[in-house]
Every structure is written in structure tokens, then in C-alpha cells.
T-cell receptor, first 114, second 114 residues
């Protein structure tokens, strides 16, 4: 009965490279959320997806960042041409369709840009 | 838009003493409110939620939270703190009424002193 699975746990990229972060939701959960946490800061909402649909991307930077949740496979958060300021912990959460039940979080991917 | 606020960045309490971590909310309609805990280098874990009903909500690890409509507060409490309770605590509410995606407070770091 696996929870939310994120991989990799740690990712190191050089400036200018691409980072791809993967998230597999809990079984039965069709909603996925991505959050970013900078050191000693709170969680900042990035994007909310359902299968094949972006529901709310109001927290996504306008450039270089994109997210998808295809019909098959995990959700992907993609950061192109990474910069040092992208270094953070990226957390994925999932929930069932009914609202008001809160989330289950993954353990996060810690991205370090060198 | 709806939001929560955590007025204290840091709370220190002696082991065995009662603890309170504060949260206030700005929510229209009936509020859905959540508490999560984050241990070092881990994802967030659900503690408890308030949707409706009793104002005192009991959750995991001996924590409880008191919903106070007149003070628009949802403070997290525990009668006797443990050193292992030292962690980062987040209050959350849906970003819009009826929405699935959550707005998180800035977090309160709880340190329990042996």
C-alpha cells in the first residue's frame, strides 16, 4: 500500500541543464499537487493537476517550469535551464477527487543546482 | 482567496509542559482547516483536520486542535510535550472555498527542550 512516491530523492544539476522530477500518486488518487520549499521557508504552491489536465498553475513561474500528469505514468515537474535559485525541496502531494480531505505528501526531491 | 497565518516562527517549550502552536484563518463560509508536521528531511505528515462538528479535534501523536470561530483561530495543542515532537508545523486551508488545493501557513518550528 505505497504512499506518494517521488524520485529521485536528490538531484544535482549544473546551471543550464534540465531537471525532471517525478511523482506517482497514491493508489486511487487522481489529483496531484506540486509545492516548493526553500530552506527555512514555508511551502509555496506551484501547480494542481488532474489526469491530462492542469487545474491551477497560478504558482508556477512563467518561464522554464512546466508540469504534466499524463493518462499513464507519473506526474512530471520539469525545470529547463536551471539556475542556482531553483535549488529547493520540491514536494508532491496527492488526494482523492472529493475535496476537503487534505493531502498525502511524498518525501520530496531535493534539487541542488551547482 | 482564503488563507491561514501562523504568527510565531519559533516556539520553545520544556519537555513535559503543554504546548500550543498558533494558527488564525481568513476563510469565507465553513472553514476546512488542517495541521501538518514536517520532520527534518521528510515530507509533510497529516496530523488532523477540522471540517465540521466538535470544536476540539483529536489527531495523531496525541495532538489536538481547538477551532474557535469568534477568534478565527485553530491552535494546535498537546498536554505534555515530548522531545520527539520537535519539528516544523504547518496550518493549512483550501485556497478557495470548495477547492482541493491547499494554502499553507509559513510554518512554526517547535523545539522541545529536554
Amino acid at each position: 500500500n505505497a504512499g506518494v512516491m517521488q524520485n529521485p530523492r536528490h538531484l544535482v544539476r549544473r546551471r543550464g541543464q534540465e531537471a525532471r522530477l517525478r511523482c506517482s500518486p497514491m493508489k486511487g488518487h487522481s489529483h496531484v499537487y506540486w509545492y516548493r520549499q526553500l530552506p527555512e521557508e514555508g511551502l509555496k504552491f506551484m501547480v494542481y493537476l488532474q489526469k491530462e489536465n492542469i487545474i491551477d498553475e497560478s504558482g508556477m513561474p512563467k518561464e522554464r517550469f512546466s508540469a504534466e500528469f499524463p493518462k499513464e505514468g507519473p506526474s512530471i515537474l520539469r525545470i529547463q535551464q536551471v539556475v542556482r535559485g531553483d535549488s529547493a525541496a520540491y514536494f508532491c502531494a496527492s488526494s482523492p477527487p472529493a475535496g476537503g480531505n487534505g493531502y498525502t505528501f511524498g518525501s520530496g526531491t531535493r534539487l541542488t543546482v551547482v | 482567496a482564503q488563507s491561514v497565518a501562523q504568527p510565531e516562527d519559533q516556539v520553545n517549550v520544556a519537555e513535559g509542559n503543554p504546548l500550543t502552536v498558533k494558527c488564525t484563518y481568513s476563510v469565507s463560509g465553513n472553514p476546512y482547516l488542517f495541521w501538518y508536521v514536517q520532520y527534518p528531511n521528510r515530507g509533510l505528515q497529516f496530523l488532523l483536520k477540522y471540517i465540521t462538528g466538535d470544536n476540539l479535534v483529536k489527531g495523531s501523536y496525541g495532538f489536538e486542535a481547538e477551532f474557535n470561530k469568534s477568534q478565527t483561530s485553530f491552535h494546535l495543542k498537546k498536554p505534555s510535550a515530548l522531545v520527539s515532537d520537535s519539528a516544523l508545523y504547518f496550518c493549512a486551508s483550501p485556497r478557495q472555498s470548495g477547492a482541493n488545493n491547499l494554502f499553507f501557513g509559513t510554518g512554526t518550528r517547535l523545539t522541545v527542550i529536554p
